[in-house]
Nanobody, 121 residues
């Protein structure tokens, strides 16, 4: 079993910044991809950004130029630096990881519990 623990959400004014962190622990052999998804009020969950173990990144169009995703493979941790935040960035942000189990070798998809980000205008 793998646990993802998120931190760093909160309330910020428009134009401000927040940094989210997500640490994975448990039966981990390797982590293929780590990322952040978000679900705004009345909306479906969508990808904000993700990053492979090799450092290749992928961003939603709305995040490009404002968000930066990074990861520390040694710590099994992924970060999302969010700058120039807008009210439309308000959402619950979920950490995601595709993990190869240490014992079985099977890849599984895991989710964190979510952290609220609220941007006031």
């Amino acid at each position: 079993q793998v646990q993802l623990v998120e931190s760093g959400g909160g309330l910020v004014q428009a134009g401000g910044s927040l940094r989210l962190s997500c640490a994975a622990s448990g039966s981990i052999f390797s982590i293929r991809t780590m990322g952040w998804y978000r679900q705004g009020p009345g909306k479906e969950r969508e990808l904000a950004a993700d990053i492979t173990s090799g450092g290749s990144t992928n961003y939603a169009d709305s995040a490009k130029g404002r968000f930066t995703i990074s990861r520390d493979n040694a710590k099994n941790t992924v970060y999302l630096q969010m700058n120039s935040l807008k009210p439309e960035d308000t959402a619950v942000y979920y950490c995601n990881a595709v993990v190869r189990d240490f014992i079985s070798g099977i890849f599984r998809n895991y989710w964190g519990q979510g952290t609220q980000v609220t941007v006031s205008s």
